[in-house]
């Protein structure tokens, strides 16, 4: 890889900015993107994100498209390059140049997102979409440069690492012995499992959070428990209460609050835990749902109905009272009565929740 970003560019830059926008060092980070973004070859821009002043310098890469070793002319394989520059105000010694590159990596995937949202926008693209951890390389090089003069003695480079994706060079932990058997016994009983789909959402959700997608952690959560929580419902009302499924149908067609607390909650307490699904912050640690609201069920609801963001906090925060949540109910399910309820008379043979 070659810099994109140079002491030329930067004079150029220059000529667009205010004088109080005068730098006294960059950070900058290059991030190869697995698409060509809209820009010209070498083109560049300068603008502010969140009250930081930025620079994006860009160029195309275009291969012939490869396929099995065998190569073609006929087909191209366009990508873009993009280098990040973060204008500082201030001094930047050499003892936190390398935490600032650390610092701005994940702020530079943001700012490319932000330019991603307005073309998308503007313009609809079938190819350009946002961008996670997940769709970079697993080296991201930065720079930290203390000076604006460009002196190399002045220049910090680093290559990052990108967690995100160090498990894609690790070799697989292959199915052996007993592990490979209990994975064939679950092939074959899969179907018997009633809460395959919400595990699956569950499953969804936590590489989701693991690749900066954290609005959809939050949903994806969300929607693994509402399946759950319906499932668990459902089989009472089939195995206990003889509902047709027309009866069952009304009773979810009420809503999620109101079949939660007028239906689902009744069978829960009776076997000795509190359940309630209320509009306030629950103060009752003993209550299954403890912090729900809170934590997953609002914040899903103003993602979908306002547009809000949320950060990584929210999202980790979001999908360990998931967890919690499904320990607690786990727990419950396998300690009374309510496992040969929902498993039905041949409980025995289905694979537990856990």
Known sequence: MCWIFNYNIYKEMKRNLKYEDNANGFITVFIELPFAIPFREKDTYTFYYQNRLVGICTEHVIHDYTYRNNTTVLLKNYKSNVEIVFFMNKHISKSESESLAHEYVDIA??????????????????????????????????????????????????????????????????????DRLAFLDQINGHKLN?????????????????TGKFNNTIISVQTSIEIFFSVVLRQILLNKGNKKESEIENIFNAGYKNWMNDHLAKYIEAVGYKFEFRNKMDMDKENVLFEYIDKIYQKRNNIVHRGEVYSEEDAIEAYYKTEEIYNKMTDIINSTKLREIIYGEEFSSYPLLR
């Not at 998308?120 to 979409?129: F, P, R």
């Not at 894609?168 to 199915?175: A, C, I, R, T, V």
């Not at 009633?194 to 693991?210: C, D, G, M, T, W």
């Open 194 to 210: 009633p809460f395959i789909l919400s595990v699956l959402f569950l499953r969804q959700a936590y590489k989701e959070l693991n």
């Open 109 to 178: 995937i943001e700012v490319i997102n932000y330019i991603i949202d307005i073309f998308i926008a503007y313009k609809h693209s079938l190819v350009v979409y946002r961008i996670s951890r997940m769709d970079i390389p697993i080296i991201i090089p930065t720079r930290c440069i203390r000076s604006k003069n460009f002196k190399d003695k002045m220049i910090d480079v680093f290559a990052m690492t990108n967690f995100y994706c160090k498990d894609d060079l690790l070799e697989p932990k292959y199915l052996i012995g007993e």
